[in-house]
């Protein structure tokens, strides 16, 4: 296929979306909106795919497309081009493969919904946005459409606007990734300076081609910024770190994801679990090259994704809210695949498996999350929005189907041996056990081998729990509710996400196929991953095994220790007190300075401008008095002041 | 020879001046200004009599022709605010003025000496003076005006 069509990809995402908005002006016509997001991203899923499966790059392992000059100041281009390299078709092909089934689902959800077409253009617009921060061969594009996503996910978690709660957690979605795209920015411009003061020695010219990722991961380059400026270098790969921290929802910045699933149910397993949210990960495997020059970032990375991870899961365990269990296992596996990304700290040479773990963790997740939240989103559907699990249960009599793809997801996330999440999460849990074998970290990572293993069970065992809380046992459901099976609309991409929860992990890990395609045919000697570690596998297998046995058996046997509302499980189901934590120091003190700095404006700044005011005013009243407005009165005046003119002229 | 002439022009500009000051017809405030024009043509004429110059001759033909014209509009102007308010009272147009210092007309009421009301006719007179019978300078009137200053 000619690279130009690669435009296809971010382009008719783009118009679904320009069609979609202007659709949203009719009532009528809206309701036909999810037909151009359908050919949209029916056409991008379609094109990525083909140049996933035939993609042939330039002995540099990668492909640019040219497209077009952004701006141009004098010596400095500003170009926005298309980079295609296998990591890069690995996401765009995970994002709008995923994309498309979830608009094929989602007009049975959101079927009737006053802002149906506006759902969609937004939804168009995101893949749009996600398609070009993904395929862009420049750091300074990608951070534009990095914002961008950031918009469309404030306009969908607040999509239903009119409810204060999804009004106050789009602004907090909002707020927590603008304290991280602030320092992405940073991070940016810092990197630019270093580029551009090495750029005589590497041979470019100025503008925004100093921040290509081809430039800046060239072997040359990374040595002679690493032996240049290794502190400015470690910043700037923090300040990008931050960036993707908060766009992926590590611990700190952690807290807006559970809140942005006040968001319709479709956004939540698209945006919100299945793609943008691993676009932190993204960006760390696309810097890694660099990021391998600052170990401390790294090691950094792996400890809070490891710490997110368990954190996130002891959380999820103790959660009511279907949802909100399913974000915090979010969350809880982008954990993961930070932990992953972090190894590359032990040695540089695991970089290169390091990003295999990640991104092979990140495709399959994209298919068993999204299914998961789906399933949810069925369920709510049926319980009238209701979505808190001690409502109901035994669904399983009322929507066999759901059940099933629920099982299905919720197996591959455990870690069911031979399943997706079974063959990705022990990638991870190899390359960790790799980086341990290393002298630098060695305890560190043997430290987080084990948060890893204790996540794992975790994660089987919260996974299992809501499965079993939701659709085992005695049917309950509340009393206005008729709970019946969904559409086949809505059931058929489900159950193409399910094929690719049960099977993917198995045909892309253990064949060796994604590490044969990102590590490009070249390196071959290199083989693929971290090798299998058979007995971690076992240990791994034993460990979700364990927590499915442990969940079915709790919610059995009613454990009471989960339902307690004092010590541990209280500490979890409050996500320890995180949110408080920061709304007294940081919230509550921010309001309080913003109130001094009110009273000071309307009292200092104020009293200052209305005294100013009040002068004119003061000088106009003496006047004032004089414009009666009679014409006798002004005649009178007239006549006057005539006179008075006319006497000082006879007597000078 | 010239004394007469300028004293009569003299009179009949104070007429006119008083008038313009006092009266609160607006036909009459239109007379008063025609009678200050005329009084002023004279004196052109009589200082072109004076000094063997045509110029104040021409002039004063100048003058007659712009009054001409003016009474024209002014005329038409008469007629359209009595279509307006059915009153001719000058006092009645004082929307121009400062809305703290307005005193306007009490149209409703009665204590006004209003222009005696009648069934299809056309504008009259209204009384002469300022302030008629120190009517705004009561205070004991509950009148718009009074309310205003209060």
């Not at chain 1, 892309?508 to 299998?532: I, Q, R, V």
Request: charged share 10%.
């Amino acid at each position: 296929m000619n690279p130009s069509a690669a435009w296809l990809i971010p382009i008719a995402p783009m118009i679904a979306c320009i069609v979609g908005a202007a659709l949203a002006a009719s009532r009528q016509a809206g309701r036909w909106a999810h037909g151009p997001t359908w050919i949209g991203l029916g056409i991008a899923a379609v094109v990525s795919l083909v140049f996933l499966a035939t993609g042939r790059f330039d002995p540099q392992g990668s492909l640019l497309v040219d497209g077009f000059q952004w701006l141009s100041v004098a010596e400095a281009h500003f170009p926005v081009q298309l980079l295609l390299d296998p990591l890069s078709l690995t996401q765009v092909s995970v994002v709008t493969f995923v994309s498309l089934l979830v608009a094929i689902y989602s007009p049975g959800y959101m079927h009737g919904d006053p802002g149906y077409a506006r759902y969609f253009a937004i939804f168009s617009g995101f893949v749009f946005a996600m398609t070009m921060l993904v395929l862009s061969s420049n750091l300074l594009v990608l951070y534009g459409f990095w914002e961008l996503v950031g918009l469309c996910s404030y306009l969908l978690i607040g999509f239903w606007y009119q409810r204060p709660s999804a009004s106050r957690a789009a602004k907090k979605a909002f707020l927590v990734n603008r304290i991280a795209d602030g320092c992405f920015l940073m991070g940016i411009l810092i990197l630019w300076m270093l580029m551009s003061r090495i750029s005589a020695q590497v041979g470019a010219a100025g503008g925004a081609g100093l921040l290509d990722f081809r430039r800046l991961t060239d072997p040359q380059t990374v040595q002679l910024l690493a032996k240049s400026y290794p502190e400015w270098l470690g910043w700037s790969m923090m300040l990008i770190l931050i960036g993707a921290l908060g766009k992926s929802a590590q611990l700190p910045l952690h807290v807006w994801l559970p809140d942005a699933m006040e968001g319709p149910t479709p956004v939540s397993a698209l945006i919100h679990a299945a793609t943008m949210v691993t676009a932190g990960v993204y960006l760390v495997c696309r810097m890694m090259p660099l990021m391998v020059m600052a170990p401390g970032v790294l090691m950094t990375a792996a400890w809070l994704g490891g710490i997110t991870a368990l954190l996130a899961a002891l959380i999820a365990l103790f959660q009511d809210d279907l949802k909100k269990v399913l974000a915090y296992s979010t969350v809880s596996q982008l954990g993961y695949m930070f932990l992953g990304l972090g190894v590359a700290a032990a040695a540089p040479e695991l970089a290169g498996v390091a990003v295999l773990a990640a991104m092979f963790h990140l495709a399959t997740h994209a298919f068993f999350k999204a299914l998961l939240f789906l399933a949810a989103g069925n369920v709510m559907h049926a319980m009238n929005d209701r979505i808190d699990m001690r409502e109901f249960s035994g669904l399983k009599k009322y929507m066999p189907k759901t059940r099933w793809l629920f099982a299905a997801g919720a197996a591959a996330l455990a870690g069911i041996p031979l399943l997706s999440g079974f063959w990705s999460k022990d990638e991870i849990l190899a390359v960790v056990l790799k980086a341990a074998g290393h002298r630098s970290h060695a305890e560190s990572f043997w430290l987080l081998l084990v948060i890893g293993l204790i996540t794992a069970f975790l994660t089987s065992l919260y996974t299992f729990r809501a499965y079993a809380r939701t659709f085992e046992g005695d049917s309950k459901i509340p009393e206005d509710c008729h709970p019946h099976e969904s559409t086949a609309l809505m059931l058929v991409p489900m159950a193409v996400l399910a094929v690719g929860a049960l099977l993917l992990g198995g045909i892309l890990g253990p064949t060796g196929w994604l590490a044969g395609y990102l590590e490009g045919p070249h390196e071959e000697g290199h083989s693929h991953a971290a090798g299998h570690s058979y007995g971690l596998m076992v240990v791994s297998a034993l460990v979700s095994l364990a927590g499915a046995a442990v969940a079915f058996a709790s919610v059995k046997g009613g454990w009471k220790w989960f339902e307690s509302t004092s010590g541990f499980p209280q500490l979890a189901r409050q996500k320890f007190y995180i949110d408080e934590l920061y709304d007294w120091t940081l919230v509550r003190p921010g309001l309080a300075l913003g109130s001094a700095v009110a009273w000071f404006d309307q009292n200092v700044v104020g009293w200052l401008s209305r005294s100013m005011a009040a002068v004119p005013p003061f000088f106009g009243q003496l006047l004032r008095s004089s414009q009666t407005g009679r014409i006798t009165d002004y005649v009178t005046v007239m006549a006057v002041g005539l006179v008075v003119l006319l006497t000082l002229a006879l007597w000078r | 020879m010239n004394q007469p002439v300028l004293a009569l022009s003299a009179v009949l500009f104070a007429l006119g001046l008083f008038g313009l000051t006092t009266r609160r017809n607006v036909i009459l405030l239109f007379l008063s200004m025609e009678l200050m024009l005329v009084s002023v043509s004279l004196n052109f004429a009589a200082f072109a009599f004076a000094h063997q110059d045509l110029g104040g001759q021409v002039f004063v033909l100048m003058i007659l022709t712009v009054a001409a014209c003016e009474a024209a509009l002014a005329l038409a102007l008469v007629v359209q605010l009595y279509r307006m308010r059915h009153s001719l009272d000058v006092q009645l147009w004082q929307s121009l003025g400062d809305p703290e210092s307005i005193r306007p007309a009490p149209i409703e009421d009665s204590t006004w000496p209003r222009e005696p009301s009648k069934e299809n006719d056309g504008p009259s007179l209204a009384p002469a003076g300022r302030d008629p019978a120190g009517y705004l300078a009561s205070e004991s009137i509950d009148s718009p005006a009074a309310a205003h200053r209060g």
